[in-house]
């Protein structure tokens, strides 16, 4: 359980989405997404955000690992990435949290 780190039995839900590639425009108000409307009703959106790479590799490590792109070492898309110390499911998990 979460008790021996220090939290709550309770255990947030978190849905986690990453679409790739969406320009500022890819989304309400400026296009139809009903869905994503929803789940930004009822959870938190994220209004002031960037990418500090717009390459995928780079960015989704830098979301896996915590660690902008120049610390990771995923500067673009040539070798797989290395397991690295903290990964975001690791870290999780040891929250009580399951995928």
């Given amino acids: 359980g ?3 780190l220090g939290f709550s039995a309770l255990v947030p839900n978190i849905v986690f989405i990453l679409a790739d590639q969406h320009r500022f425009d890819a989304v309400s108000p400026l296009a139809s997404t009903p869905n994503l409307d929803r789940l930004a009703q009822d959870g938190a959106k994220f209004v002031a ?3 500090s790479t717009p390459t ?3 960015a989704r490590t830098a979301i896996l690992t915590g660690r902008s792109p120049w610390n990771h070492g995923m500067l673009g898309y040539g070798e797989m990435a290395p397991r690295y110390d903290v990964e975001m499911p690791e870290t999780m998990e040891a929250l009580g949290l399951r995928s």
């Fill in 56 to 58: 995928c590799t780079p």
């Fill in 2 to 4: 979460n008790s021996s």
């Fill in 49 to 51: 955000h960037y990418s």
